[in-house]
């Protein structure tokens, strides 16, 4: 039974940051619902006030410029970033990402601040957003904020975000040439969330065929999104071949952190990061080899 | 030369089909009366506890509460389905002094909404006093384990024994003796429409109930028991039922709570169960600790098997009873084996009962024995169709003291299969194909609810203009049983489907039936339809031949609305002509008749059976242990097909819901609570899970069935986590014997067989 709340909508960003303001901590945002509402059925989330900021028409675009990069509103629908063609030719992981992410019902109304802020590690834009090292704009009433996305996620269910702060925008930097990004989730279920995913980013060096740069993260490994910098740097600098792939994959499942629960054990979810890591690096070593198109 | 066949064998879409996906077919979900009341139940939050106290005083004096039921405005009956057994009929529905699993209900509220009653549950106080609690069956048989029933020493709820040949002969013969345990998992049914009714009790003092169930008589018989009221002042209607799989045709809380409440109030009140409810509180498939020892000569001739198992009851008897009888039965099948020994043993738990559900106990048999065929298979270094082919039953084999086997496709199902596995060529690495070979029975011959009537029935009018009123008491529950019903009237009675109007799901003006489950629905109601349509077609063949003059009045028969002489079929009359006439003729009487069936002498089990066999087509990812379906073929024998469409919808149902149980489904438990009752959490294979699935008909004539025709659904979910296993095995070299099959026990198996290969 959901308990009973004061729903109020917001139409723009100020009000929504008034209404904020003005119900302090006693709130919750609801965007496009789709986790949050689960949560209220199920009386674990119970609060006084629910803003809504679903008709925000200033938090909903999607743009791309080659100089800066690409800048997604805060209550852009997953259906929005799948479908679009700029998002598609530049950020193309985006687009295999969402076309697994949950239903067609859920892409079409859940939005991506929405997915962040409600901070399930096993979510799937977490990883890959930080792959692609992307920043998110947070604003109060007062003031606004940017921070890497890197550091957005705290612990289960927990961002930064403090009372009366709301999640803006998400903007990713322009992929440097020689660069491919990754992203597989390993599930029983396809669209299901992953029981452990992993996304990794690499870029070449300009010549030869080493490595010049490396993210790997692992999604629903440990409490949030995580980097395994380790793996990482076993990369960088160097050129990949089988021996290194192991150790990569070893180094990823050492630094992850999971917890067992009934869809596998602790130990299965590193055996998992290991082997994922292992085919994301391999994949992404592969595509960032070939000639640009 | 006519049709053999103008209605049967043609592919015909669901005669429901419409109304249902246009939104126009009313389930008891959406029935709305005036002055209705919502209902919501409280159930116990401990897996075994006595209830010293409860205090309904606080929940009453909320503004909009109606009215607070618990144990003690019950007669305080323990009902049961198995109503031939009194020790059998062990649950109250509403615990009076005990509880004995996580769910199990002690008071329900009636209020103006469903938030409202949901409020007052919290305000019941319910004084428990905690019991130790057992969970497991190997546990709840050992001496001094916590004791669920004062009757049940050592919680022992049932025993069953089968037994024929000489076994400990047969062992001694063998050449080769295998044993292995096995552990068959839970699962849950997860019907699309929960457990609900809606129950309207008038001061003339009867009592209407629209519900979702499987079985309207059962509902209404057991509902008058522990009621006190009359089985004909009780009415239950059904006409709509979201999905049964086994889950529906016992007493529910929705139907008993919301049956009290409008007792007390003379108002309407309406329960509904919610997801979570459905999956803590209601039944769900028998978790089995297998045993089996096998005997068999190095030819792989089979000489004796034994088997012992043990299942998880949970805390009351349900059909467990059953459950315990056809896993054993079905353990034996579908071959000969000169001798077997069973024993079951039924163990009372402190979880949420354990039950019927499709397949009854076959598709844990199934399983362990294809399983354990392969890996014998395996040892001889026999090719598994081949092992299967040598002991496979026959037509007219008789399993001493149980069954009398008539119609058997089974070998023409082997030599199907092994032509479509031998199409595939080599398959690449990682790749496995497994089969499982399968029988089931086309509804139970014993009659443990101990009905006086007929096990089923139906009545036929022939009205003015043609068209015939059928009514029958079998319950569609989206298997398609009125289309099958409506397709065997109009054969027998010689006019289209569209010519029936059928009138089911209502114990007021159906007859008694008992009700979709054990496959019976095809064969038993299907004989009592095409019986009262034979009688009916009798009356207007008689008009007929007094136009016709024919020499001898067996000469006529009606087709596609044309009353002709068999030998002469251009000589003949409009159907619609001569009821016009015949009824004319009975003074104005519209033509009625009166169609039953029961067995009689058809052995312990079922008057026929289905039998196939399934191929399983899997990938296995060496890094993952993730398997992927790739394809799934089956050739399967059900008699005389009715409907061709039917018998692949059910083999597609099935094949999702056994691949289910062979690797995704599950009911993990923590001290008697379901970790995962939820649709997130609780994995059932969506459509970009299926393989590509080709059914392969093998066609018999089953003598006892009607057209020859025998069960086409339940039986298709006794192969498949078999094959799959098999098909896991064949991919990697590794037996699973614990279902479900998960990529993590995969997992382990690979790692185990590497460590193995070092040494």
Redesign the interface.
Known sequence: ?IRDFVYSKAKTVKEALDLLEEHKENYKIICGGQSLL?LMRQGLVAPANLIDIKSIEELSYINFKPKDGLKIGAATTHSDIEKSSSVKKHYPVLVSMEKNLASVQTRNWGTIGGNLAHGDPAGDPGPVFIALNATVKIANSERERSIPLEEFFIDYFETVLEDGELLLEVQFPVVPPRTATVYEK?N?????QGIVSVAVSITMEKKGSSCKDARIVLGAAASIPIRAKKAEKLLIGQKLNNGLLEKIGKRASKEADPVAD????EE?RR??VE??T??MVRKAWDQARKPAR | MMKKYSVINTPIHNIDGIAKITGRAEYAFDIKLPHMLYGKILRSPYPHAKILKINTKKAEGLTGVKAVVTGKDTLGIKQGIWRRFKELCDEEILARSKVRYIGEPVAAVAAVD??TA??ALDLIEVEYESLPGVFGPLEAIKQGAPQLHEHAERNINVTRHIEWGDVDEGFKKADHVREDWFRCSSQHHVCMETHNAVASFTPDKKLTVWTSTQSHYYIQVLLSWVLGLRENDVRVISRYTGGGFGSKFELDSAQFCSSLLSMKLFKPVKIILTREEEFMATKRRTPMFYYLRTGVKKDGTFLAKEGRVFTEGGAYTSMGATALYLTGFFQAFPYVWPSYRYDGYRVYTNTAPTSAMRGFGAPQATFCAETQIDLIANDLGIDPIKIRRKNAMYPGYEVPGQATIQSCGLSQCLDKIEKWIKSQGKLPPNRGIGIAAYGFMSGGIFNWFDTPYAFSSAVIQVKIDGKVDLYIGSQDMGQGSNTTMTMICAEELGVQVEDIRLHMGDTESCPVDLGAWGSRETLMQGNAVKMAAAKAKQQIIEYAAAKLSPNIVYDLDIKDRWVHLIARPERGLSYYDVVKEAIRGKDGQPIIARGHYTPHRKGMISPAYSFGVQAVDAEVDP??G?ITLKNCVTAHDCGQVINPLGVKGQLEGAMAMAAGYG??EDL?MDEGKI??PNL??Y????A??MPETKVIEVETYEPEGPFGAKEAGEGLTNPTAGALGNAVFHATGLSIKNLPI???KV?EALKEKKKEEKK
């Open positions: 039974m689960i390993f029983i279920i396809k669209n299901d009934i869809h596998a054990s299965y055996h998992l082997a994922l292992k085919r | 469903e938030d949901e409020e890094d993952t993730k690797f995704t993990p970790l995962n997130v959490d994995k059932v294979l969506r970009t899970e998960t990529p993590e997992l």
